[in-house]
């Protein structure tokens, strides 16, 4: 079993819709949470990340981590077709130097 | 201010031979850290380094090695490559947890 699963997807919604991705894990000792966006032939760029338990906005993006379920998720509100991409989730036990432990990555497409 | 950098962009390899990639991490940045990420999944961890120093290594074989230089630079060496060493080759450098910012990595194909 992998330590963090995410749906790889392809996810495609209209313009405008709500999109929700996910990620559970299995490692109780992640601490931080991120959210990367990659585009296609570039590398991951960071969106947000949550540190323990809680929520958090930015903008349209709200990133949430429920460490009682082991469940993260990152919502997308009016989605445009900027926002096409693969999301990529990613974890690591605590602050420091520490390697991250990413997820497959959802792609994401909006159509106009 | 610069981003990360990395070098080349492209380069395409024959099964056997040696490679080097480079990059140079953001002015300030001590942590360079290596990922290989195979199309259709997420980075996998390879080598981090701090200070010049090894802090961590990932399930690579010793065909894989890196080394960090006194202005903050790296290089992957990669030998013997094997077909399934195709894949984008990420840099990543930090002022630590969460602050990883990646450049936009080498594509390796080895025929």
């Known amino acids: 079993q992998k330590e963090v699963e995410q749906d790889p997807g392809p996810l495609s919604v209209p313009e405008g819709a709500i999109v929700s991705l996910n990620c559970t894990y299995s490692?109780?000792?992640?601490?931080?949470f991120m959210w990367y966006r990659q585009y296609s032939r570039k590398g991951p760029e960071l969106l947000m990340y949550t540190y323990s338990s809680g929520n958090k906005e930015d903008g349209r993006f709200t990133a949430q981590v429920d460490k009682s379920s082991k469940y993260i998720s990152l919502f997308i509100r009016d989605s445009q077709p900027s926002d096409s991409a693969t999301y990529l989730c990613a974890m690591t036990p605590s602050g420091g130097y520490n390697k991250l432990i990413f997820g497959a990555g959802t792609r994401l497409a909006v159509h106009p | 201010d610069a981003g990360v950098t990395q070098s080349p962009t492209h380069l395409i390899k024959t099964r056997g031979q040696h490679v080097t990639l480079r990059c140079s991490p953001i002015s300030g940045h001590k942590s360079v850290s290596w990922y290989q990420q195979v199309l259709g999944q997420g980075p996998q961890f390879i080598f981090q380094y701090y200070e010049k120093e090894e802090r961590g290594r990932g399930n690579f074989p010793d065909r894989f090695s890196a080394r960090q230089f006194p202005n903050y630079s790296s290089e992957l060496n990669v030998n013997a490559l094997l077909l399934g060493d195709s894949a984008l080759y990420l840099c990543?450098?930090?002022?630590?947890?969460?602050?990883?910012?990646f450049g936009s990595g080498t594509r390796l194909t080895v025929v």
């Open positions: 990543a450098s930090s002022l630590g947890a969460p602050g990883y910012t």
């Open positions: 490692n109780s000792a992640f601490q931080y």
